[in-house]
């Protein structure tokens, strides 16, 4: 039988500990380089900030309830997910606000943005069908099938329903840049935040979500590029605000 002496034994250490000391951050040595090095994180957090920053200013002053916000034309609801054949919660307390505008008399059409890029996912109908169940006439309920981010919905309702003015609902993490995108886009925007939400893990990962979106949203706005699909200009607003005139 082999055995090994102790005196003889090697212990090597695994390679990734070995290459440990070459990952670590070097430092600047001198005062002058971590001032430096200070200087640049600093920078970067400004920087990272900047779209955040945008988003609040440029909607601060255009947010309000269902009760106070500005009579308009038309109100415009973001999809927000279906559950099976019904409205997520969130999409649900979104489309409670439209149709209590709608009853106040604060708007006169909805123009109802989301997602139906495949057969069996259809949003806007969803929430067509939740709207007349709430007293919506479905002659004042108007359908935008491509709405497949807040970029494409905003410019979809100029450009193609010819939008120029509308109160946005959508929740409080996200009407900030719904309102900001919308105004880029060319439409005067109005936030409405839903109520009634559930203060849960959806909805901090929501907020979460919202400060790297103010990054896309700021691209968005500057290079302002087409929506992934645009089509023909569709009468659909003008004639439901026919119908109710």
């Excluded at 109100?75 to 307390?93: D, I, K, Q, T």
């Excluded at 309102?179 to 893990?201: H, I, K, M």
């Excluded at 691209?219 to 009468?235: H, Q, S």
Aim: charged share 30%; net charge positive.
């Amino acid at each position: 039988m082999l055995q090994l002496r102790p005196d003889r034994l090697r212990l090597r250490r695994p390679r990734l500990l070995r290459l440990l000391p070459l990952l670590k951050p070097r430092l600047p040595r001198t005062r002058t380089g971590q001032r430096r090095t200070v200087q640049a994180v600093m920078l970067g957090c400004v920087l990272a900030l900047l779209p955040s920053t945008w988003l609040f200013l440029a909607a601060d002053d255009r947010l309000g309830t269902v009760r106070d916000v500005p009579r308009t034309d038309v109100a415009m609801v973001f999809g927000a997910g279906l559950r099976g054949e019904r409205p997520s919660p969130y999409l649900a307390h979104r489309l409670d606000a439209a149709a209590e505008l709608y009853r106040s008399g604060r708007v006169e059409v909805v123009l109802v943005t989301g997602d139906n890029s495949r057969e069996d996912y259809d949003e806007p109908d969803t929430m067509r069908t939740y709207l007349t169940e709430r007293g919506v006439p479905d002659r004042r309920i108007v359908s935008d099938y491509a709405g497949f981010d807040t970029w494409d919905s905003c410019l979809r309702a100029k450009k193609i329903f010819g939008v120029d003015e509308a109160v946005l609902i959508s929740q409080g993490f996200h009407i900030r840049r719904a309102v900001a995108l919308c105004e880029e886009a060319g439409v005067t925007s109005y936030g409405v935040p839903a109520q009634g939400d559930r203060r849960d893990g959806v909805w901090y990962y929501g907020a979460v979500r919202e400060l790297f979106a103010a990054s896309k949203a700021a691209t968005e706005a500057v290079f302002e590029p087409d929506p992934r699909f645009l089509g023909p200009e569709e009468p659909g607003v003008s004639q439901a605000l026919a119908t109710a005139r």
